[in-house]
């Protein structure tokens, strides 16, 4: 596979893996934030991460609902480069 491809399908597997822990945060808003570091530390910090901070963690709640929002809007971006980059045939032709 050449590095373009490779990136590009590391890239797919972050999105696809986002998108689902955030469609199954914990209900209690301090395990969702908790949940969404974990997330973003097991993933080498491609996306929003760093939000969570100081009193933040007090509260949880107004945190989340600050978060959730950013979250949300590098899936949108993430996946319309993505689509971009899968239309692009030089990043994702397979090597000879």
Same mark, same amino acid.
Request: net charge negative; glycine share 6%; proline share 6%.
């Given at each position: 596979?050449?590095?373009?491809?490779?990136?590009?399908?590391?890239?797919?597997?972050?999105?696809?893996?986002?998108?689902?822990?955030?469609?199954?945060?914990? !209900?209690?808003?301090?395990?969702?934030?908790?949940?969404?570091?974990?997330?973003?530390?097991?993933?080498?910090?491609? !996306?929003?991460? !760093?939000?969570?901070? !100081?009193?933040?963690?007090?509260?949880?709640?107004?945190?989340?609902?600050?978060?959730?929002?950013?979250?949300?809007?590098?899936?949108?971006?993430?996946?319309?480069?993505?689509?971009?980059?899968?239309?692009?045939?030089?990043?994702?032709?397979?090597?000879?």
């Amino acid at each position: 596979m050449v590095p373009n491809a490779e990136a590009l399908a590391n890239r797919k597997w972050c999105w696809a893996m986002a998108s689902r822990r955030l469609a199954s945060l914990s !209900g209690d808003p301090l395990d969702a934030l908790v949940e969404l570091e974990e997330f973003w530390i097991e993933w080498g910090y491609p !996306g929003p991460h !760093g939000i969570v901070q !100081g009193t933040a963690w007090h509260e949880a709640e107004q945190t989340l609902e600050r978060v959730l929002p950013v979250n949300r809007a590098w899936l949108e971006q993430e996946r319309a480069a993505i689509l971009s980059a899968d239309a692009d045939p030089d990043t994702v032709r397979v090597a000879s």
